[in-house]
């Protein structure tokens, strides 16, 4: 699929997805279960502590951090926005460089990976509007999902700040080790893994790092 076709698409799915889905949040997720208050430090803080920039290093976030930077840029009050204030507490699946990356060889049809600065090059050529979409699809407001709860939020529906719903599906492997994945909208792809639980643990606002980019429509 050519990048302008899913920048259409994204964007024209979004707003059917918003208008039609009665999203569910998770009932356990308002809170940790600790009684320490947690502590305001905002996601947006953690991200732009990585002041290196487009590296090799493809399991952080400087596609990610460019990407919130550019909409912010663009549109000041946007609500993705909300990664700036602390106090709001708020869990986001944050992927990697190298879920951007795979994201950008699959819409390009590009045989190899881009780099990053190339990967976020193809991003923002979606469109301010449709990477807006797709950070907020990466974000559960309202409730700090530690992975405490997460790991037993099995076939909860969490409400998105695009309106939309993504599905937790916790896998059990041996008995043990539990892997939580998250099931988007598009019904074809490979769903996203947590690979990372608890980034800004502590804080009302928390992340997981998963390996591949949500996808709010069902593309072919």
Known sequence: MKIARFAARVAVGT???ALATTAIAVPAAQATGKTKPLGTTSLAEVLTKDTSGFDRNSRDFDVLTAAVLA??????NSPVKVLTDGTVALTAFIPTDAAFQQLVR????????PSESAAFTAVAGLGIDTVESV???HVVPGATIDRKTAVRADGTDLS?????TVEVDVRTYLHVFRQV????ADTDDRNARVVTFDVNKGNRQIAHTVDRVLRPIDLP
Do not use: H, N, Q
């Open 71 to 76: 909409v912010l840029e663009a549109k000041p």
């Open 106 to 113: 699959e819409i390009t049809e590009a045989r190899k990976l």
């Open 181 to 184: 994945r998250l099931v988007d």
């Open 160 to 164: 998105t700040a695009l309106g939309s």
């Open 135 to 137: 950070l907020l699809y």
């Open 15 to 17: 707003m059917a997805t």
